[in-house]
């Protein structure tokens, strides 16, 4: 595929990113009166969606989760294409032999194969996210 190392790197990026960078970046976007969300709400006419969204508490928790998930979700791409890249060709090769489809494929074969890799990915991603939360509380 054309382009793969660059979209590699652009999920990549955000996970050696500054804390400091991203906050200063996500504080611009979520600005109430000049942020570039509520510019770009208000821009394609839905003003009424434009409002402050860090400081309504309905919102502050989605759009915190929201800079948390886009900060490091490139971490665990890099675990899963790792995953996908390692599994065994000639298994895969069988069940298309054996004429399974994209579906059957996906649902008999890699996802059995990418169990563990997904449990490590989730389990990493837990260890990191309670490792932030008591840091910032320390």
């Given at each position: 595929m054309r382009g793969r190392s660059l979209l590699r790197t652009l999920f990549f990026v955000?996970?050696?990113?500054?804390?400091?960078?991203?906050?200063?970046?996500?504080?611009?976007?979520?600005e109430?009166?000049?942020?570039?969300?509520?510019?770009?709400l208000r821009g394609i006419g839905l003003e009424a969606l434009a409002h402050p969204w860090l400081g309504d508490p309905a919102t502050a928790l989605g759009a915190v989760i929201a800079v948390s998930v886009w900060k490091n979700v490139g971490f665990s791409l890099v675990i899963l294409l790792a995953g996908l890249?390692?599994?065994?060709?000639?298994?895969?090769?069988?069940?298309?032999?054996?004429?399974?489809?994209?579906?059957?494929?996906?649902?008999?074969?890699?996802?059995?194969l990418?169990?563990?890799?997904?449990?490590?990915?989730?389990?990493?991603?837990?260890?990191?996210?309670?490792?932030?939360?008591?840091?910032?509380?320390?």
């Open positions: 955000p996970v050696v990113m500054s804390l400091i960078v991203v906050t200063i970046i996500f504080q611009r976007i979520y109430a009166n000049t942020g570039l969300l509520n510019t770009f890249q390692g599994l065994p060709r000639d298994v895969i090769d069988a069940a298309r032999v054996d004429g399974a489809d994209a579906w059957q494929l996906t649902t008999r074969v890699i996802a059995p990418m169990r563990p890799i997904l449990a490590l990915t989730a389990l990493l991603s837990i260890i990191g996210d309670s490792r932030c939360s008591t840091s910032s509380s320390s």
